[in-house]
Protein backbone atom coordinates (compact mmCIF):
# COMPACT_ATOMS: atom_id res chain seq x y z
CA UNK A 1 0.00 0.00 0.00
CA UNK A 2 1.20 3.50 -1.14
CA UNK A 3 1.74 5.96 2.07
CA UNK A 4 4.26 8.12 0.23
CA UNK A 5 2.59 11.77 -0.87
CA UNK A 6 6.32 11.78 -2.72
CA UNK A 7 5.59 8.38 -4.53
CA UNK A 8 6.28 8.72 -8.39
CA UNK A 9 3.05 7.30 -9.24
CA UNK A 10 1.46 9.44 -6.84
CA UNK A 11 2.93 12.44 -7.94
CA UNK A 12 2.15 11.48 -11.46
CA UNK A 13 -1.24 10.93 -10.85
CA UNK A 14 -1.43 14.45 -9.57
CA UNK A 15 0.12 15.75 -12.33
CA UNK A 16 -2.45 14.78 -14.54
CA UNK A 17 -4.56 17.90 -12.98
CA UNK A 18 -2.53 19.63 -15.72
CA UNK A 19 -3.75 20.09 -18.98
CA UNK A 20 0.09 19.82 -20.68
CA UNK A 21 0.48 16.74 -18.74
CA UNK A 22 -2.39 14.86 -20.14
CA UNK A 23 -1.61 16.23 -23.38
CA UNK A 24 1.89 14.95 -22.89
CA UNK A 25 1.08 10.99 -21.35
CA UNK A 26 -2.76 11.24 -23.01
CA UNK A 27 -3.57 9.96 -19.98
CA UNK A 28 -6.66 11.15 -17.25
CA UNK A 29 -7.87 10.89 -14.12
CA UNK A 30 -11.61 8.91 -13.68
CA UNK A 31 -12.98 9.02 -10.12
CA UNK A 32 -15.92 8.02 -8.03
CA UNK A 33 -17.73 4.93 -8.18
CA UNK A 34 -20.29 5.68 -10.77
CA UNK A 35 -17.71 7.43 -13.39
CA UNK A 36 -14.78 4.02 -12.61
CA UNK A 37 -17.53 1.20 -13.28
CA UNK A 38 -18.92 3.40 -16.58
CA UNK A 39 -15.08 2.91 -17.63
CA UNK A 40 -15.07 -0.35 -16.93
CA UNK A 41 -18.04 -1.18 -18.69
CA UNK A 42 -17.91 0.43 -21.83
CA UNK A 43 -14.04 -1.68 -21.93
CA UNK A 44 -11.96 2.25 -21.45
CA UNK A 45 -8.50 1.59 -21.44
CA UNK A 46 -7.67 1.61 -18.10
CA UNK A 47 -3.81 2.02 -17.07
CA UNK A 48 -4.49 1.47 -13.28
CA UNK A 49 -6.98 0.89 -10.84
CA UNK A 50 -6.32 3.04 -7.55
CA UNK A 51 -8.23 2.35 -4.57
CA UNK A 52 -7.92 3.37 -0.68
CA UNK A 53 -9.46 0.03 0.89
CA UNK A 54 -10.41 2.68 4.23
CA UNK A 55 -13.20 4.79 2.37
CA UNK A 56 -14.32 2.20 -0.28
CA UNK A 57 -17.12 0.57 1.64
CA UNK A 58 -19.67 0.30 -0.68
CA UNK A 59 -20.63 -3.60 -2.07
CA UNK A 60 -20.72 -1.96 -5.53
CA UNK A 61 -17.18 -0.31 -5.10
CA UNK A 62 -16.18 -3.90 -4.34
CA UNK A 63 -18.00 -5.29 -7.05
CA UNK A 64 -15.74 -2.97 -9.40
CA UNK A 65 -12.72 -4.17 -7.80
CA UNK A 66 -13.84 -7.65 -8.39
CA UNK A 67 -14.07 -6.65 -12.12
CA UNK A 68 -11.34 -5.38 -12.63
CA UNK A 69 -9.40 -8.10 -11.31
CA UNK A 70 -10.73 -10.09 -13.59
CA UNK A 71 -10.33 -8.06 -16.58
CA UNK A 72 -6.19 -8.45 -15.32
CA UNK A 73 -6.36 -4.11 -14.47
CA UNK A 74 -3.37 -3.18 -12.17
CA UNK A 75 -4.72 -2.39 -8.45
CA UNK A 76 -2.73 0.06 -6.60
CA UNK A 77 -3.73 0.67 -2.82
CA UNK A 78 -3.05 3.79 -1.40
CA UNK A 79 -3.87 4.87 2.09
CA UNK A 80 -7.12 7.14 2.67
CA UNK A 81 -4.52 10.18 3.07
CA UNK A 82 -2.49 10.02 0.13
CA UNK A 83 -6.21 9.01 -2.01
CA UNK A 84 -7.86 12.48 -0.13
CA UNK A 85 -4.66 14.07 -1.58
CA UNK A 86 -5.25 13.25 -4.86
CA UNK A 87 -8.56 13.37 -4.87
CA UNK A 88 -11.32 16.32 -6.88
CA UNK A 89 -14.10 15.39 -4.47
CA UNK A 90 -16.07 16.61 -1.29
CA UNK A 91 -16.36 13.30 -0.20
CA UNK A 92 -13.55 10.86 -2.22
CA UNK A 93 -15.65 7.17 -2.42
CA UNK A 94 -11.69 5.73 -2.58
CA UNK A 95 -11.82 4.91 -6.46
CA UNK A 96 -10.61 6.27 -9.21
CA UNK A 97 -8.25 4.75 -11.98
CA UNK A 98 -5.43 6.48 -14.81
CA UNK A 99 -7.23 6.23 -18.04
CA UNK A 100 -6.04 6.56 -21.49
CA UNK A 101 -8.01 8.86 -23.79
CA UNK A 102 -10.14 7.96 -26.36
CA UNK A 103 -10.15 10.52 -29.55
CA UNK A 104 -11.67 10.20 -32.98
CA UNK A 105 -9.96 11.51 -35.66
CA UNK A 106 -12.63 13.67 -37.86
CA UNK A 107 -12.17 11.44 -41.29
CA UNK A 108 -13.87 8.39 -39.29
CA UNK A 109 -16.98 10.30 -38.59
CA UNK A 110 -19.87 9.43 -41.45
CA UNK A 111 -23.53 10.43 -39.17
CA UNK A 112 -25.77 7.96 -39.71
CA UNK A 113 -29.35 7.82 -40.06
CA UNK A 114 -30.70 9.44 -36.96
CA UNK A 115 -27.92 10.58 -35.06
CA UNK A 116 -27.43 13.91 -33.31
CA UNK A 117 -24.45 14.93 -31.97
CA UNK A 118 -23.06 18.35 -30.72
CA UNK A 119 -20.34 20.66 -31.92
CA UNK A 120 -19.05 23.65 -29.66
CA UNK A 121 -16.63 26.39 -30.63
CA UNK A 122 -14.42 27.76 -28.28
CA UNK A 123 -16.33 26.43 -24.96
CA UNK A 124 -14.46 28.11 -22.11
CA UNK A 125 -15.82 26.73 -18.96
CA UNK A 126 -15.01 22.32 -18.17
CA UNK A 127 -17.68 22.75 -15.88
CA UNK A 128 -20.17 23.74 -18.66
CA UNK A 129 -18.68 20.91 -21.18
CA UNK A 130 -19.27 18.19 -18.83
CA UNK A 131 -22.45 19.16 -18.08
CA UNK A 132 -23.43 18.83 -21.86
CA UNK A 133 -21.69 15.15 -22.15
CA UNK A 134 -24.11 14.49 -19.28
CA UNK A 135 -26.86 15.70 -20.97
CA UNK A 136 -25.97 14.73 -24.38
CA UNK A 137 -25.66 10.87 -23.09
CA UNK A 138 -28.84 11.37 -21.51
CA UNK A 139 -30.59 12.43 -25.27
CA UNK A 140 -28.43 9.44 -26.95
CA UNK A 141 -26.29 11.69 -28.93
CA UNK A 142 -23.40 10.06 -30.70
CA UNK A 143 -20.24 12.39 -29.94
CA UNK A 144 -19.13 15.76 -29.39
CA UNK A 145 -16.98 17.88 -32.21
CA UNK A 146 -14.73 20.25 -29.94
CA UNK A 147 -13.73 23.25 -32.24
CA UNK A 148 -10.69 25.61 -31.91
CA UNK A 149 -10.17 26.60 -28.55
CA UNK A 150 -12.28 24.61 -26.81
CA UNK A 151 -11.35 23.35 -23.38
CA UNK A 152 -10.32 19.90 -22.46
CA UNK A 153 -12.80 17.15 -21.50
CA UNK A 154 -10.75 15.68 -19.76
CA UNK A 155 -9.89 18.42 -17.81
CA UNK A 156 -10.68 17.29 -14.28
CA UNK A 157 -13.94 19.46 -13.60
CA UNK A 158 -15.42 18.23 -17.49
CA UNK A 159 -14.76 14.64 -16.15
CA UNK A 160 -16.44 15.49 -12.99
CA UNK A 161 -19.12 17.24 -14.25
CA UNK A 162 -19.69 14.89 -16.98
CA UNK A 163 -20.79 11.59 -14.57
CA UNK A 164 -19.43 9.07 -16.54
CA UNK A 165 -20.79 10.42 -19.83
CA UNK A 166 -17.50 11.11 -21.34
CA UNK A 167 -16.75 7.41 -21.88
CA UNK A 168 -19.99 6.61 -24.01
CA UNK A 169 -19.57 9.73 -26.15
CA UNK A 170 -17.22 9.81 -29.24
CA UNK A 171 -14.57 13.28 -28.71
CA UNK A 172 -13.23 14.89 -31.91
CA UNK A 173 -11.10 17.58 -31.46
CA UNK A 174 -10.86 19.94 -35.00
CA UNK A 175 -10.84 23.53 -36.04
CA UNK A 176 -12.95 25.51 -38.48
CA UNK A 177 -10.95 25.01 -41.49
CA UNK A 178 -11.28 20.98 -41.09
CA UNK A 179 -14.91 21.10 -39.72
CA UNK A 180 -16.16 23.13 -42.24
CA UNK A 181 -14.83 21.11 -45.27
CA UNK A 182 -16.08 17.75 -43.49
CA UNK A 183 -19.69 19.32 -43.04
CA UNK A 184 -19.90 20.16 -46.59
CA UNK A 185 -18.11 16.79 -47.75
CA UNK A 186 -20.48 15.19 -45.75
CA UNK A 187 -23.28 17.11 -45.89
CA UNK A 188 -24.73 17.02 -42.54
CA UNK A 189 -27.00 19.57 -41.53
CA UNK A 190 -25.75 22.34 -38.80
CA UNK A 191 -28.20 23.45 -37.05
CA UNK A 192 -26.72 26.81 -34.70
CA UNK A 193 -28.16 28.80 -31.56
CA UNK A 194 -28.48 33.06 -31.65
CA UNK A 195 -30.74 35.12 -30.12
CA UNK A 196 -30.58 37.24 -32.96
CA UNK A 197 -32.93 35.13 -35.70
CA UNK A 198 -36.59 34.83 -35.55
CA UNK A 199 -36.89 31.35 -35.67
CA UNK A 200 -38.51 29.67 -32.77
CA UNK A 201 -35.98 26.40 -31.47
CA UNK A 202 -39.89 24.84 -30.78
CA UNK A 203 -41.53 25.44 -34.29
CA UNK A 204 -38.34 24.03 -36.25
CA UNK A 205 -38.05 20.47 -37.66
CA UNK A 206 -34.69 19.15 -36.44
CA UNK A 207 -33.34 16.45 -39.51
CA UNK A 208 -32.10 13.57 -39.30
CA UNK A 209 -29.16 13.37 -38.51
CA UNK A 210 -28.10 16.43 -37.43
CA UNK A 211 -25.18 18.58 -35.40
CA UNK A 212 -26.31 21.17 -32.67
CA UNK A 213 -23.70 24.02 -33.03
CA UNK A 214 -23.14 26.26 -29.98
CA UNK A 215 -20.66 29.42 -29.50
CA UNK A 216 -18.98 30.02 -26.70
CA UNK A 217 -19.99 31.06 -23.18
CA UNK A 218 -19.33 35.08 -24.03
CA UNK A 219 -19.01 35.75 -27.71
CA UNK A 220 -22.00 32.86 -29.12
CA UNK A 221 -21.00 31.44 -32.64
CA UNK A 222 -18.83 33.43 -34.74
CA UNK A 223 -19.87 34.53 -38.14
CA UNK A 224 -18.02 31.29 -40.20
CA UNK A 225 -20.05 28.86 -38.30
CA UNK A 226 -23.06 30.66 -38.64
CA UNK A 227 -22.65 30.82 -42.45
CA UNK A 228 -22.13 27.17 -42.22
CA UNK A 229 -25.65 26.69 -40.53
CA UNK A 230 -28.82 24.93 -42.37
CA UNK A 231 -30.90 26.46 -39.88
CA UNK A 232 -30.05 28.93 -36.58
CA UNK A 233 -32.84 28.82 -33.74
CA UNK A 234 -33.83 31.01 -30.78
CA UNK A 235 -34.89 30.31 -27.81
CA UNK A 236 -36.97 33.21 -26.39
CA UNK A 237 -36.49 34.54 -23.34
CA UNK A 238 -38.42 37.15 -21.66
CA UNK A 239 -37.63 40.77 -19.10
CA UNK A 240 -33.94 41.58 -19.08
CA UNK A 241 -32.42 38.14 -20.34
CA UNK A 242 -30.32 37.85 -23.39
CA UNK A 243 -29.04 34.85 -22.38
CA UNK A 244 -28.91 31.27 -20.76
CA UNK A 245 -25.68 29.65 -19.29
CA UNK A 246 -24.19 27.40 -22.05
CA UNK A 247 -24.87 24.13 -20.75
CA UNK A 248 -28.79 24.94 -20.16
CA UNK A 249 -29.27 26.46 -23.24
CA UNK A 250 -27.37 23.03 -25.21
CA UNK A 251 -30.11 21.16 -23.13
CA UNK A 252 -32.73 22.79 -23.70
CA UNK A 253 -32.46 22.10 -27.76
CA UNK A 254 -31.02 18.58 -27.19
CA UNK A 255 -34.04 17.81 -25.57
CA UNK A 256 -36.50 19.00 -28.12
CA UNK A 257 -34.64 17.34 -31.14
CA UNK A 258 -34.79 14.16 -28.59
CA UNK A 259 -38.56 15.03 -27.65
CA UNK A 260 -39.20 14.92 -31.46
CA UNK A 261 -37.64 11.64 -32.57
CA UNK A 262 -39.56 10.07 -29.69
CA UNK A 263 -42.37 11.74 -30.94
CA UNK A 264 -43.28 14.14 -28.83
CA UNK A 265 -43.73 17.34 -30.66
CA UNK A 266 -45.62 20.74 -30.94
CA UNK A 267 -47.44 20.45 -33.96
CA UNK A 268 -46.01 23.01 -36.84
CA UNK B 1 -9.02 56.81 -4.79
CA UNK B 2 -8.57 54.11 -2.40
CA UNK B 3 -4.85 52.37 -3.33
CA UNK B 4 -4.36 50.06 -0.15
CA UNK B 5 -5.42 46.82 0.39
CA UNK B 6 -5.70 47.34 3.98
CA UNK B 7 -8.92 50.32 4.09
CA UNK B 8 -11.03 49.19 5.82
CA UNK B 9 -13.79 49.30 3.31
CA UNK B 10 -11.75 47.21 1.00
CA UNK B 11 -11.22 44.84 4.40
CA UNK B 12 -14.78 44.48 4.09
CA UNK B 13 -15.71 44.06 0.80
CA UNK B 14 -13.50 41.30 0.89
CA UNK B 15 -15.38 39.69 4.01
CA UNK B 16 -18.63 40.12 2.05
CA UNK B 17 -17.32 36.22 -0.21
CA UNK B 18 -18.58 34.56 3.67
CA UNK B 19 -21.98 33.84 4.59
CA UNK B 20 -21.31 34.69 8.08
CA UNK B 21 -20.26 38.00 6.96
CA UNK B 22 -22.97 38.50 4.70
CA UNK B 23 -26.05 36.88 7.14
CA UNK B 24 -24.60 39.59 9.43
CA UNK B 25 -24.65 42.87 7.77
CA UNK B 26 -27.19 41.96 5.16
CA UNK B 27 -25.47 42.82 2.15
CA UNK B 28 -23.33 41.26 -0.71
CA UNK B 29 -21.53 42.39 -3.42
CA UNK B 30 -22.52 42.45 -6.83
CA UNK B 31 -19.91 42.79 -10.10
CA UNK B 32 -19.93 43.57 -13.56
CA UNK B 33 -21.16 46.02 -16.18
CA UNK B 34 -24.60 44.07 -16.72
CA UNK B 35 -25.23 42.91 -13.49
CA UNK B 36 -24.96 46.60 -11.36
CA UNK B 37 -26.82 48.00 -14.39
CA UNK B 38 -29.33 45.45 -13.40
CA UNK B 39 -29.05 46.24 -9.87
CA UNK B 40 -29.96 49.96 -10.97
CA UNK B 41 -32.31 49.44 -13.14
CA UNK B 42 -34.60 47.57 -10.37
CA UNK B 43 -33.89 50.05 -7.83
CA UNK B 44 -31.78 47.24 -5.09
CA UNK B 45 -30.86 49.29 -2.63
CA UNK B 46 -26.89 49.93 -3.20
CA UNK B 47 -25.00 50.69 -0.64
CA UNK B 48 -21.60 52.07 -2.47
CA UNK B 49 -20.81 51.64 -6.00
CA UNK B 50 -16.79 51.03 -6.19
CA UNK B 51 -15.54 51.71 -9.54
CA UNK B 52 -11.49 51.32 -10.64
CA UNK B 53 -11.35 53.85 -13.53
CA UNK B 54 -7.94 52.26 -15.28
CA UNK B 55 -10.59 49.60 -15.79
CA UNK B 56 -14.05 50.68 -16.27
CA UNK B 57 -13.42 51.40 -20.09
CA UNK B 58 -16.87 50.71 -22.08
CA UNK B 59 -19.48 53.77 -22.90
CA UNK B 60 -22.29 51.88 -21.21
CA UNK B 61 -20.25 51.59 -17.80
CA UNK B 62 -19.76 55.07 -17.67
CA UNK B 63 -23.24 55.72 -18.02
CA UNK B 64 -24.03 53.79 -15.10
CA UNK B 65 -22.05 55.96 -12.98
CA UNK B 66 -23.82 58.75 -14.40
CA UNK B 67 -27.02 56.97 -13.07
CA UNK B 68 -25.80 56.03 -10.21
CA UNK B 69 -24.35 59.99 -9.49
CA UNK B 70 -27.96 61.34 -10.36
CA UNK B 71 -29.50 58.80 -8.03
CA UNK B 72 -27.18 60.09 -5.54
CA UNK B 73 -25.52 56.80 -4.50
CA UNK B 74 -22.21 56.92 -2.83
CA UNK B 75 -18.99 56.34 -5.03
CA UNK B 76 -15.99 55.29 -4.18
CA UNK B 77 -12.92 54.89 -6.52
CA UNK B 78 -10.01 52.18 -6.14
CA UNK B 79 -7.34 51.66 -7.88
CA UNK B 80 -7.08 48.65 -10.46
CA UNK B 81 -4.27 46.38 -8.55
CA UNK B 82 -7.04 46.73 -5.34
CA UNK B 83 -10.35 46.37 -7.83
CA UNK B 84 -8.25 43.22 -9.00
CA UNK B 85 -7.86 41.42 -5.67
CA UNK B 86 -11.49 42.10 -4.84
CA UNK B 87 -12.95 40.67 -7.63
CA UNK B 88 -14.54 37.06 -8.50
CA UNK B 89 -14.08 37.09 -12.28
CA UNK B 90 -11.45 36.55 -14.98
CA UNK B 91 -11.14 39.72 -16.77
CA UNK B 92 -12.73 42.39 -14.09
CA UNK B 93 -14.95 45.04 -15.76
CA UNK B 94 -13.75 47.86 -12.65
CA UNK B 95 -17.70 48.37 -11.28
CA UNK B 96 -18.95 46.39 -8.50
CA UNK B 97 -21.40 47.49 -5.71
CA UNK B 98 -22.18 46.67 -2.12
CA UNK B 99 -25.96 46.06 -2.21
CA UNK B 100 -28.61 45.18 0.73
CA UNK B 101 -30.04 41.59 0.38
CA UNK B 102 -33.70 41.53 -0.19
CA UNK B 103 -35.57 38.47 1.42
CA UNK B 104 -39.58 38.37 1.15
CA UNK B 105 -41.26 36.46 3.95
CA UNK B 106 -42.99 33.66 3.22
CA UNK B 107 -46.15 35.11 4.48
CA UNK B 108 -46.21 38.07 1.87
CA UNK B 109 -46.01 35.39 -0.98
CA UNK B 110 -49.69 35.06 -2.50
CA UNK B 111 -49.10 33.50 -6.16
CA UNK B 112 -51.50 35.16 -9.08
CA UNK B 113 -53.04 33.33 -11.73
CA UNK B 114 -50.27 32.75 -14.09
CA UNK B 115 -47.25 33.40 -11.93
CA UNK B 116 -44.46 30.17 -12.40
CA UNK B 117 -42.31 30.08 -8.67
CA UNK B 118 -39.23 27.84 -8.44
CA UNK B 119 -38.96 25.86 -4.79
CA UNK B 120 -35.33 24.54 -4.03
CA UNK B 121 -34.83 21.22 -1.26
CA UNK B 122 -31.34 22.02 -0.18
CA UNK B 123 -29.65 22.80 -3.33
CA UNK B 124 -26.04 22.73 -2.47
CA UNK B 125 -23.76 24.17 -5.46
CA UNK B 126 -24.45 28.19 -5.62
CA UNK B 127 -23.36 27.85 -9.14
CA UNK B 128 -26.43 25.57 -9.59
CA UNK B 129 -28.56 28.04 -7.67
CA UNK B 130 -27.52 31.53 -9.60
CA UNK B 131 -27.93 29.50 -13.24
CA UNK B 132 -31.43 28.44 -11.96
CA UNK B 133 -32.17 31.91 -11.34
CA UNK B 134 -30.64 33.15 -14.84
CA UNK B 135 -33.08 30.64 -16.37
CA UNK B 136 -36.27 31.57 -13.62
CA UNK B 137 -35.87 35.42 -15.27
CA UNK B 138 -35.42 34.09 -19.00
CA UNK B 139 -38.97 32.28 -18.64
CA UNK B 140 -40.71 34.81 -16.25
CA UNK B 141 -40.67 33.44 -12.85
CA UNK B 142 -41.61 35.21 -9.69
CA UNK B 143 -39.30 33.81 -7.56
CA UNK B 144 -37.71 31.54 -5.26
CA UNK B 145 -38.04 29.43 -2.64
CA UNK B 146 -34.92 28.52 -0.79
CA UNK B 147 -35.61 25.18 1.27
CA UNK B 148 -34.07 23.98 4.09
CA UNK B 149 -30.22 23.75 4.25
CA UNK B 150 -30.18 25.44 0.65
CA UNK B 151 -27.05 27.04 -0.38
CA UNK B 152 -27.04 31.20 -0.04
CA UNK B 153 -28.32 33.16 -3.45
CA UNK B 154 -25.84 36.13 -2.68
CA UNK B 155 -22.85 33.61 -2.34
CA UNK B 156 -20.75 35.17 -4.82
CA UNK B 157 -20.85 32.52 -7.23
CA UNK B 158 -24.23 32.27 -7.11
CA UNK B 159 -24.53 36.11 -7.64
CA UNK B 160 -22.08 35.59 -10.68
CA UNK B 161 -23.86 32.87 -12.50
CA UNK B 162 -27.22 34.43 -12.37
CA UNK B 163 -26.30 37.14 -14.66
CA UNK B 164 -28.11 39.74 -12.46
CA UNK B 165 -31.18 37.53 -12.41
CA UNK B 166 -31.41 38.10 -8.78
CA UNK B 167 -32.77 41.46 -8.76
CA UNK B 168 -35.66 40.20 -10.53
CA UNK B 169 -37.00 37.33 -8.41
CA UNK B 170 -38.87 37.21 -5.09
CA UNK B 171 -36.23 35.36 -2.30
CA UNK B 172 -37.80 33.41 -0.21
CA UNK B 173 -36.00 31.33 2.84
CA UNK B 174 -38.15 28.70 4.87
CA UNK B 175 -37.96 25.28 5.66
CA UNK B 176 -40.63 22.09 5.47
CA UNK B 177 -43.09 22.58 7.99
CA UNK B 178 -43.78 26.66 7.32
CA UNK B 179 -43.57 25.71 3.71
CA UNK B 180 -46.10 22.51 3.80
CA UNK B 181 -48.39 24.56 5.65
CA UNK B 182 -48.00 27.73 3.16
CA UNK B 183 -48.83 25.49 0.11
CA UNK B 184 -51.79 23.65 1.75
CA UNK B 185 -53.09 26.92 3.07
CA UNK B 186 -52.59 28.60 -0.32
CA UNK B 187 -53.64 25.44 -2.46
CA UNK B 188 -50.80 26.52 -5.26
CA UNK B 189 -49.82 23.12 -7.08
CA UNK B 190 -46.74 21.98 -6.34
CA UNK B 191 -45.16 19.94 -9.49
CA UNK B 192 -41.93 17.79 -8.54
CA UNK B 193 -39.15 15.77 -10.56
CA UNK B 194 -38.51 12.59 -9.99
CA UNK B 195 -36.87 9.68 -12.31
CA UNK B 196 -38.63 7.14 -10.56
CA UNK B 197 -42.49 8.16 -11.97
CA UNK B 198 -43.74 7.44 -15.08
CA UNK B 199 -45.59 11.05 -16.07
CA UNK B 200 -43.27 12.01 -18.45
CA UNK B 201 -42.79 16.26 -18.07
CA UNK B 202 -43.64 16.85 -21.97
CA UNK B 203 -47.61 15.33 -21.87
CA UNK B 204 -48.55 17.04 -18.44
CA UNK B 205 -50.26 20.65 -18.23
CA UNK B 206 -49.10 22.32 -16.11
CA UNK B 207 -51.71 24.08 -13.81
CA UNK B 208 -51.51 27.90 -13.35
CA UNK B 209 -50.01 29.18 -11.51
CA UNK B 210 -47.25 26.42 -9.92
CA UNK B 211 -45.03 26.10 -8.24
CA UNK B 212 -41.65 23.94 -9.84
CA UNK B 213 -39.93 22.02 -6.78
CA UNK B 214 -36.40 20.50 -7.31
CA UNK B 215 -34.30 18.32 -5.10
CA UNK B 216 -31.05 18.57 -3.94
CA UNK B 217 -27.93 17.35 -6.22
CA UNK B 218 -27.20 14.39 -4.54
CA UNK B 219 -30.87 12.92 -3.33
CA UNK B 220 -33.07 14.36 -5.54
CA UNK B 221 -36.68 15.33 -3.65
CA UNK B 222 -36.91 13.80 -0.09
CA UNK B 223 -40.54 11.79 0.73
CA UNK B 224 -41.95 14.70 2.81
CA UNK B 225 -41.87 17.12 -0.32
CA UNK B 226 -42.68 14.27 -2.62
CA UNK B 227 -46.27 14.00 -0.66
CA UNK B 228 -46.73 17.41 -0.85
CA UNK B 229 -46.93 17.81 -4.88
CA UNK B 230 -49.82 17.45 -7.06
CA UNK B 231 -47.88 15.58 -9.66
CA UNK B 232 -44.38 14.13 -9.99
CA UNK B 233 -42.82 14.25 -13.75
CA UNK B 234 -39.96 12.51 -15.31
CA UNK B 235 -37.14 13.52 -17.91
CA UNK B 236 -36.44 10.65 -20.14
CA UNK B 237 -33.29 9.79 -20.34
CA UNK B 238 -31.45 7.46 -22.53
CA UNK B 239 -28.29 4.61 -22.12
CA UNK B 240 -26.90 4.65 -18.36
CA UNK B 241 -27.88 7.90 -17.60
CA UNK B 242 -29.95 8.46 -14.14
CA UNK B 243 -29.39 11.98 -13.41
CA UNK B 244 -29.29 15.24 -15.11
CA UNK B 245 -26.90 18.48 -13.98
CA UNK B 246 -29.66 19.98 -11.80
CA UNK B 247 -29.24 23.29 -13.32
CA UNK B 248 -30.05 21.50 -16.61
CA UNK B 249 -32.79 19.57 -14.98
CA UNK B 250 -34.76 22.25 -13.62
CA UNK B 251 -34.17 24.58 -16.95
CA UNK B 252 -35.59 21.54 -19.29
CA UNK B 253 -39.00 21.82 -17.26
CA UNK B 254 -39.11 25.47 -16.73
CA UNK B 255 -38.77 25.67 -20.51
CA UNK B 256 -41.82 23.16 -21.61
CA UNK B 257 -44.08 25.24 -18.48
CA UNK B 258 -43.27 28.80 -20.39
CA UNK B 259 -43.91 27.12 -23.73
CA UNK B 260 -47.23 25.87 -22.48
CA UNK B 261 -47.70 29.21 -21.74
CA UNK B 262 -47.19 31.03 -24.84
CA UNK B 263 -49.17 28.20 -26.98
CA UNK B 264 -46.16 25.68 -27.80
CA UNK B 265 -47.39 22.33 -26.41
CA UNK B 266 -47.79 18.94 -27.85
CA UNK B 267 -51.05 18.10 -28.42
CA UNK B 268 -51.73 15.33 -24.86
Known amino acids: MITSFSNPLIKSIRKLSLHKERQ ?12 VAEAIQVDAKIETLIIAPGLLVSGFGQSIVEQSQKKSIPIVEVSDEVFTAISNKDGPQGIAAIVHQNWTKLAQINPGSNEIWIALESIQNPGNLGTIMRTGEAIGAKGIFLLDQSTDPYDPTAVKASMGALFSLKLVKTEFKNFSAWVQEKKVPLIGSSDKVEQDYMTYQY ?12 QGLSVGYLKLCEQIVRIPMLGRSDSLNLAVATGIILYQIFNQRRGIDFPA
Open 24 to 35: KCGQFLVEGIKS
Open 207 to 218: PNPCILIMGSER
